[in-house]
């Protein structure tokens, strides 16, 4: 046990991480995919690549960024994983990866979400991660501080998405790969740069021997470099045209390029004045598609509809309404002729040119009708799978009801609660993309209702306000098509991602919004909901009074309506407001008729919660060894379940009371724990909480110079993030500490408090 903590909490810069408190050892990440099957030439640029790596042994890297630039299909990604396997173990601490998708017809990946999955990688757990992208780059950066590590950031667009990725020291090589320069880093950041060229005709010869090896008796290099030439010396393209002429061994060399040749014209006729590169590309492409058996072709165009760029086998076999070992044959042979990549076990992806390219030919080849009723089929597909893992993640809340899915679309079998948050984990971002697919397709019911589901699965890795704009569409579709109950449940849903980051005017302006709605249609469950919400609202406002009546009003519709965990959710709400009044007796009335709800259905996250409220009350009673008790299984149950938000307020009571009961060491050691959680979080106010309570022991021990330090930095956080009431608390307790050495600015502290906790409806401060 630690005696004492700094008031400058940060990350620690050793190889551990702490899990619920604990220390573990940190996960060593390998997320490199696998390397270039048939990965030839390109020898200078790996020469010049391996130039950056100046230090030997464990000296660090002279440069720690590196961009690969070069135009689409110039084989970027391959050269850059060919030299990541290649180095990797000069990086004995894990490689991270990840597809911007920077070039992609979709949204890019933003860096947050980038910092979300790599701190998930190096063990933060998921609801630990700041919902601020600064915090999370500072974060990552901690992490990384002491780590040698290679981050790949493959198809970046923009620096935007590079520079919150960059570690803050040497020892580390992050390797990017894009289709422009990004000079932006190689000023500001010190980043190398390879400008990645067209093949050397010799090299583009080597390549297409390499693939065509062993299926093809040996080619005449003069046809070969022509071949090449029509290619426009481009990997991506070489590949493709390398595996048509290996598919078809008897075939004659003249003959493919003659095929080749008259596409090429084909394609200049139809050409948009694209560059020469492009146009070769997509000229080899069509050549290739052309080829496919028909059923194949149709897969590989209806692909071009999907939301997303990667997909499952069942989100493929909806999409083109066939059956799943029909589907797994045909995404086989897309794969074998390099149109598709195979990515995991049943899934896939495009490269960016090709799913363009795809697109396109759906236009083209697909009628209209068709291409209506594939995209209907995947949102099907889509709603109806997240609906049935609503029922596993979100068993407590009412489900949507929906039409039954298109004639042939099969929902995936989800048979328990992990493989319904595996699908979530896969698919969010998909279902995400289908809410703008099916916006920008005028097909408003599946919007709004993608939208509502997507809520309700909210994914745990996803960043906390990744679904506000999902939710944004899903409400003006809602509102179109005139549905009243959906538009109040993406308020609801608006509102309460609103509240999560902090953002309380916009979010009591959805729930007020929502509770019109729902008294207007009569909906006696959503108003208590509602009612219930916009009191939460209040309290965290500290209208103290405001929160409790409409708390009242919520246990009232939903004792009512029977409606036992509605009812307790409230009770426990209105508990808390009624002893932070003070009223304290009302309160444990509350909370214990909350607790025997919450037990009785299961409920135990939010039992933890009643229990936290529950041993302030006693606490602040005189039931120490009560409060000792209520507070311990508390953070026991957020323990269980891994239940990073609750550990951290749990951890706050908990040395509330053991403060109380004079246990002082332990005590700080829970404040410690908490600090550095909710430093990982990135809720600097309850952080700041935490501090407090260490400064409040500080001076319980005498000892009041570290009692200021914590209680000054307590009231600086609370400042800053627009929290009076606190910040009151922790100047009372930063005078108390300066009382006997520092009078008159413990007095300066004291006017300040009283003048804080005047704008509130009660002047007494908080009980602690």
Request: proline share 5%; charged share 25%; with cysteine.
């Amino acid at each position: 046990m630690r005696s004492r903590i700094c008031p400058r909490l940060r990350p620690g810069r050793s190889r551990t991480i702490s899990t619920h408190g604990e220390s573990a050892e940190a996960p060593v990440p390998r997320q490199l995919p696998g390397d270039i099957r048939g990965f030839v030439n390109r020898t200078a640029e790996l020469e010049r690549l391996d130039a950056i790596l100046a230090g030997d042994g464990d000296e660090p890297l002279v440069v720690s960024v590196c961009v690969i630039a070069g135009t689409a299909g110039a084989g970027k990604t391959s050269l850059a994983l060919r030299w990541a396997h290649q180095i990797e173990e000069r990086f004995p601490d894990g490689q991270l990866y990840v597809n911007l998708r920077g070039y992609d017809p979709d949204e890019p990946v933003t860096a947050q979400q980038t910092l979300h999955r790599f701190l998930t990688a190096l063990g933060v757990p998921q609801g630990a991660i700041p919902v601020d992208e600064e915090a999370s780059a500072a974060l990552f950066r901690s992490m990384l501080a002491d780590r040698r590590m290679l981050i790949v950031l493959d198809n970046a667009a923009t620096v935007r998405q590079v520079r919150p990725l960059l570690p803050g020291s040497a020892g580390s090589l992050v390797l990017v790969t894009s289709r422009s320069r990004l000079p932006g880093l190689a000023i500001r950041d010190g980043a190398h740069r390879l400008t990645l060229g067209t093949l050397p005709a010799p090299e583009a010869v080597s390549l297409l021997r390499a693939v065509t090896a062993g299926y093809r008796p040996e080619d005449d290099a003069d046809k070969l470099t022509e071949l090449a030439r029509l290619c426009a010396h481009l990997p991506l393209a070489l590949r493709i045209a390398a595996e048509r002429a290996a598919s078809y061994p008897h075939l004659r060399l003249d003959d493919l390029i003659a095929e080749l040749r008259d596409e090429s014209t084909l394609w200049d006729a139809l050409s948009t004045g694209d560059g020469e590169d492009t146009g070769a590309v997509r000229t080899v492409f069509a050549w290739s598609y052309r080829a496919l058996p028909g059923s194949v072709a149709r897969l590989f165009r209806l692909l071009g509809l999907h939301p997303g760029p990667e997909f499952s086998v069942h989100g493929a076999t909806a999409l083109a309404g066939g059956s799943v070992p029909r589907t797994r044959q045909a995404l086989t042979a897309l794969a074998d002729a390099h149109l598709l990549q195979q990515t995991a076990p049943d899934r896939y992806e495009f490269h960016d040119l090709l799913r363009a390219y795809a697109a396109d030919q759906a236009q083209r080849d697909e009628p209209a009708e068709e291409r209506r009723l594939a995209l209907r089929r995947v949102l099907d597909w889509y709603l109806h799978t997240a609906d049935s893992a609503q029922g596993w993640l979100d068993p407590t809340r009412a489900r949507l009801p929906l039409t039954p899915p298109a004639t042939g679309v099969v929902p995936l079998p989800l048979p328990d609660h992990d493989a319904a948050m595996d699908w979530v984990e896969r698919e969010y971002a998909n279902l995400l993309s289908a809410i703008r697919t099916a916006e920008e397709a005028g097909l408003d019911r599946y919007a709004w209702q993608l939208a509502a589901v997507a809520k309700f699965v909210e994914a745990p890795s996803a960043h906390s306000d990744a679904w506000s704009p999902a939710g944004e569409i899903g409400l003006q579709a809602a509102r179109r098509v005139g549905d009243r109950a959906g538009e109040s449940l993406l308020l609801t849903g608006l509102g309460m991602s609103h509240s999560r980051v902090n953002r309380l005017n916009q979010a009591l302006e959805c729930h007020r919004r929502a509770l019109g709605i729902r008294r207007e249609l009569g909906d006696r469950e959503g108003e208590a909901a509602s009612l219930n919400l916009v009191g939460l609202n209040h309290f965290h406002q500290r209208r103290l009074s405001a929160a409790e009546d409409l708390f009242s009003q919520a246990i009232a519709l939903h004792e009512g309506l029977g409606n036992s965990h509605g009812a307790g959710n409230a009770l426990a709400n209105r508990g808390q407001a009624r002893y932070e009044a003070g009223q304290l007796r009302l309160a444990a009335e509350d909370v214990e008729r909350a607790l025997t709800a919450f037990r009785e259905l299961g409920d135990r996250r939010s039992e933890g919660n009643a229990l936290r409220v529950l041993s302030e009350i006693q606490r602040e009673s005189g039931q120490l060894a009560e409060a000792l008790d209520s507070a311990q299984r508390a953070v026991d149950i957020a323990l269980d379940l891994r239940f990073s938000i609750g550990e951290a307020y749990w951890l706050i009571t908990l040395g509330n009371a053991q403060r109380a009961a004079g246990r002082f060491g332990e005590a700080l050691e829970s404040y410690q724990r908490s600090a550095a959680v909710h430093r990982r979080l990135g809720n600097r106010n309850r952080e700041a909480l935490a501090w407090q309570g260490a400064g409040e022991v500080y001076r319980r021990l005498g000892r009041d110079e570290d009692a200021a330090a914590f209680c000054r930095r307590a009231a600086a956080v609370h400042a800053e993030v627009g929290d009076p009431w606190h910040e009151a608390a922790a100047l009372d307790g930063l005078a108390a500490a300066l009382d006997e050495k520092e009078p008159e600015e413990a007095r300066r502290h004291r006017a300040r408090a009283a003048a804080l906790r005047a704008r509130f409806e009660s002047a007494e401060p908080p009980p602690r």
